[in-house]
């Protein structure tokens, strides 16, 4: 039989050889096992490196956040090693595995600035963290490493005003005048304003009473060291919440106790002045010895009005205290006050300033020092009427005294006498406008809320400051007009990250 031919056109094509796909087929799973290892790399490696990621990021969190803390404490000096020091902790020390850089800055408008602009203040720091990361079966698919990366922002921002603020004695306190603060049940404390803080460390940095923490409001508690039993106010009561732990709180009046700032020389001879004494015909009468002449009605005492003078031409009422009762007027003028180893002590009557407006910013300041430690007097208000304005900005005489109603010499010593503590009970008569100050004693504000702002004055101005402070009765506290008239006002810091 003839052999087939192929038909017109055809092409041959030979049988591929069963060699030749196995070859074909290696080459392909070849390709593809790389690519699949890679992924497989990727999928594990990745979660490694996200791991890590986070891990930077927490580094750089704790890391601003002690930065912020050693600017607002220490100063820029020591920001970048305590950041290094954090971050090294947890797990990332520059120039080994990891970068670390720290910046202080501004954090102004929600963004960070650095240099810091001329004239401001630095108030953030910012932390880099970065590590290059570890590659093995991964780079089959990639020759870049990864970088993990963490950053952060903390900065110091306002808190808001404190019209309470207790602050450990210097040198030291006692078992009643322990930097403090105190708040008795069965009471109402009304500062929806401003917030109560206290610098004590420690146990009871602030203390709320059997039954008050349902009869308190106020903007916030903040204590450096334990809130004790603040955790049972309503949250309503406290927007701002309460905090134990918190940042110390600066103390607006501390230039006070600066001798250079504010002199207060010892008081002796020609320096000692004598109260005056009116009787009802406004007849001048004469004491006898260290004993206050029957029936006087009126009296006036000595004071400081140049804002320009110097220490030795103060002059104040000594060794002898100064008691107002029932009947009995003291009669001040816009000025300073001293009273040295004396204490003014009002049961009654009435205490009134002739000339002292808030809208002129005219006022008195009364000051209360000693020629020693257990010579310093103070001032106890639990009867009668009272009117104390502070001076304000520009009248304070010497200048110190801008915005300050009262101030307890630091130089008193710090002891459990009750003669030592400063006792205002509020009434509807009286008026109390300004600073008081007493940074080794106690102040006991007792019904506060029924005193009013003087005229020419919408809001009030009570920013108090001391070694302990107790609020007890039916007390308000508002410091709403204290900074614009020129007192000063604690104010609380937020120490955060921002981003």
């Not at 670390?100 to 501004?106: K, Q």
């Not at 006898?288 to 004071?303: D, I, Q, V, Y």
């Amino acid at each position: 039989m003839p052999a087939k031919k192929s038909p017109p056109g055809a092409r041959w094509f030979p049988r591929s050889r069963p060699g030749a796909r196995r070859g074909s087929i290696a080459v392909a799973l070849a390709v593809s096992a790389t690519a699949l290892l890679g992924m497989a790399a990727l999928a594990s490696e990745a979660g490694t490196w996200l791991t890590v990621r986070r891990n930077a990021q927490g580094a750089a969190d704790a890391g601003a956040i002690a930065g912020i803390y050693a600017l607002t404490q220490v100063g820029t000096n020591e920001v970048d090693s305590r950041v290094r020091e954090v971050v090294t902790r947890n797990g990332f020390t520059n120039g080994s595995n990891a970068t670390v850089t720290v910046e202080t800055g501004l954090w102004a408008g929600g963004a960070f600035a650095t240099p810091v602009p001329s004239g401001q203040t630095p108030n953030a720091v910012r932390v880099q963290v970065t590590q290059t990361q570890t590659m093995v079966l991964a780079r089959l698919i990639s020759t870049v490493a990864p970088i993990a990366w963490g950053g952060a922002v903390a900065a110091r921002t306002p808190g808001g005003p404190a019209c309470v603020l207790s602050v450990p004695p210097p040198g030291g306190g006692t078992t009643q005048v322990d930097g403090s603060v105190y708040i008795s049940g069965s009471n109402a404390l009304n500062a929806p304003n401003c917030l109560i803080a206290s610098n004590r460390p420690g146990r009871r940095s602030i203390e709320l009473g059997n039954n008050a923490a349902g009869s308190l409001i106020a903007a916030a508690l903040r204590a450096h060291g334990q809130c004790y039993n603040c955790d049972d106010v309503p949250e309503a009561n406290v927007p701002g919440g309460t905090a134990s732990g918190a940042p110390l709180t600066e103390n607006p009046f501390e230039d006070l106790d600066d001798r250079t700032v504010n002199p207060i020389p010892r008081f002796t001879g020609g320096a000692c002045v004598e109260p005056t004494y009116r009787d009802a015909q406004n007849t001048i009468l004469r004491g006898n010895g260290n004993n206050e002449p029957n029936g006087w009605t009126t009296m006036t005492l000595t004071s400081v009005t140049d804002r320009l003078a110097v220490p030795r031409d103060y002059t104040a009422t000594c060794g002898r205290n100064v008691q107002i009762g029932a009947g009995q007027t003291l009669r001040l003028t816009p000025g300073t006050y001293y009273f040295s180893g004396a204490s003014l002590i009002q049961t009654g009557g009435r205490i009134v300033c002739d000339g002292c407006s808030v809208a002129d910013r005219r006022g008195v300041t009364l000051v209360f020092t000693g020629n020693s430690s257990n010579d310093v007097g103070a001032i106890r208000l639990t009867g009668g009427t009272f009117e104390l304005i502070a001076p304000g900005t520009g009248n304070g005489a010497p200048a110190a005294y801008d915005g300050v109603a009262i101030y307890r010499d630091n130089a008193g010593a710090v002891r459990n006498a009750a003669g030592d503590n400063i006792r205002i009970e509020g009434n509807s008569g009286s008026t109390l406008f300004g600073g008081v100050y007493a940074p080794t004693s106690e102040i006991q504000l007792v019904g506060t809320a029924t005193m009013n702002p003087p005229p020419g004055a919408s809001e009030g101005c009570m920013s108090i400051v001391a070694g302990r402070i107790s609020l007890s009765g039916n007390s308000a506290m508002n410091v709403n007009a204290c900074q614009p008239y020129g007192t000063g006002v604690a104010q609380i810091w937020t120490v955060r990250l921002v981003q």
